[in-house]
């Protein structure tokens, strides 16, 4: 019994003391408590936000991805439904539709020909290849170029030499710096016509452009005057003045156009006193005989 009332007696009195610690220990726990519950929600709403910014980047990541690919899909979309179009049509991989371009002589009929292409034809058997090379051996033809697309189309591009002078035979042909008669749909009448004589070569010719083609660029203002060459020979030719008062007799070999040099100076000084229908000899280099 007395083990009991001490035990008691301890009791009551560790009691309230235990009622006041468990007292003051409670309230740490609870304040404990509140504390770690405020920083979770804070925590779980910074988790929220960085993935709300997360999900945001990413989203323009995978847009910038996204556009391209669409971008891509419908352009190939597109064309396929094109290509069903021309399918349906009967347009694909056969040639309904052939545009010339660049040929300011030459006719487009006779560029095509040439090249062998027409509306009908089974685009397999057409060869681009063959068709440039057969242009490219037309005279006066610089440069061509042909394109087809699968809807049929072919594109037909050339270049053609400037004229330098006109010949008529079967309709107007061009002298080109080359010295090739190209044909023309349309003759230019500020040009001057070559009257050629029994026996002219087509080396004499090419020699003859290669006169011309020098007075057109050094000498423009003379090379206006030109109105008709007739071609005497070899290395002789009498240029004739469009306003008719004179001719001048030149050698159309001699690639340094000293005689055209000369006649620039002289011009101004002697052809007043000239008689109308003059011919002025310019053959020998540094002199003017009039006769």
Request: glycine content about 12%; overall charge positive; charged content about 25%.
């Amino acid at each position: 019994m007395s083990k009991m009332s001490k035990s008691v007696t301890f009791g009551k009195k560790g009691l309230k003391a235990g009622l006041k610690i468990g007292q003051g220990l409670a309230r740490k726990k609870t304040g404990r408590k509140g504390a770690n519950r405020l920083q979770r929600v804070q925590f779980r709403r910074e988790q929220r936000r960085k993935a709300i910014l997360g999900l945001g980047k990413t989203g323009w990541k995978r847009l910038a991805w996204v556009l391209p690919t669409l971008g891509l899909l419908c352009g190939l979309t597109y064309g396929a439904w094109k290509g069903f179009q021309a399918y349906g049509d009967g347009r694909i991989l056969t040639v309904n539709r052939i545009e010339v371009e660049g040929n300011h002589y030459w006719e487009s009929s006779q560029l095509l020909e040439r090249a062998g292409l027409e509306i009908g034809s089974g685009l397999p058997g057409v060869s681009l290849r063959s068709a440039r090379a057969a242009l490219r051996q037309l005279p006066g033809i610089q440069e061509v170029t042909v394109h087809a697309s699968l809807d049929g189309e072919l594109r037909v591009q050339v270049k053609e030499e400037e004229i330098l002078a006109l010949r008529q035979s079967d309709g107007w042909l061009g002298l080109t710096p080359t010295g090739a008669w190209m044909p023309l749909r349309t003759a230019p009448a500020d040009l001057p016509i070559v009257d050629l004589q029994a026996g002219t070569t087509p080396k004499d010719v090419a020699a003859l452009a290669i006169f011309l083609e020098g007075a057109h660029t050094r000498y423009p203002q003379l090379f206006e005057g030109f109105s008709e060459i007739s071609m005497r020979g070899p290395d002789e030719a009498d240029i004739y003045w469009r306003d008719g008062n004179f001719k001048m007799r030149v050698d159309y070999t001699n690639k340094s156009l000293n005689s055209l040099e000369f006649l620039s100076e002289l011009l101004p000084q002697e052809k007043a006193t000239w008689p109308s229908g003059s011919t002025v000899d310019l053959r020998v280099e540094g002199y003017a005989y009039v006769l």
